[in-house]
């Protein structure tokens, strides 16, 4: 099994790499911290590291290719790379914020998968798996460029997965609740149902085995994301109106 997988160097990222590695796959790491990526990655044989930003389109290619000369085309490709920081509109220091946000969490997730597809078409075979959010559901109040960067990511990956439907390659949208990493260690607020980011892994890998087209992890925030998404507008305003906010000026 050939797997490359983004946002390596930590989190859910990490926890997916160290899954696949213990399957015996032969692994693409990415990730923007080149310390903390070796240091993820040095237990694993048949590893390949590429400490590099998704928003490098060049750089991703150049990776890809890489990858696809020393193993082969992917059977995997996860695009987990993502960053979460408070904003809010009011403030102009907040621009460069949403920009990073959004190129981060939706172009890199087409930098992640471009490189591929053509291999994956002519292999005919292969899952290209996003890495969405259930605060991509509906907008959270302090929240709002991480929402809407995974709610775009979401809308993404189910064109993308319309587009390639009948080509053997599936695409597959996880869409996590709160799992326990560094992104979520500085939220001020209750994190029901959060999961240990072994565990988020193990139920991400389970869910692009079976290519499923669409899974909220765990269970009880699929049943969350279904209340969420029928609350009338004016009942989600007074709702979420006092919810407690993501810190904002967290470093990107």
Known sequence: MRVFITGASSGLGAALAHYYAAQGASLGLVGRRAEALHQVSQ?????ACYPLDVR???????????????????????????????????FADDLTVFKAVMDINVLGMVTTFQPFIVAMRKQGSGVLA????????????????????????????????????GSGVAVTTVNPGYIVTPMTAVNPYPMPFILRAEVAASKTARAIARRGRYVTLPWQMALVAKLLRLLPRVLYDRLLQHAPHKPRNLPL
């Open 43 to 47: 237990p694993f044989g048949d590893c």
């Open 56 to 90: 490098d389109s060049a750089a991703m290619q150049a990776a890809a290719a890489d990858f696809m000369q020393r193993f082969g085309t992917p059977d995997i490709v996860i695009a987990a790379a993502g960053i979460s920081v408070g904003t809010l509109t009011e």
């Open 130 to 165: 996003g890495i969405g959010s259930v605060a991509g559901i509906r907008g959270l109040p302090g929240g709002s460029a991480y929402s809407a960067s995974k709610a775009a990511a979401i809308t993404y990956l189910e064109s993308l997965r319309v587009e390639l439907k």
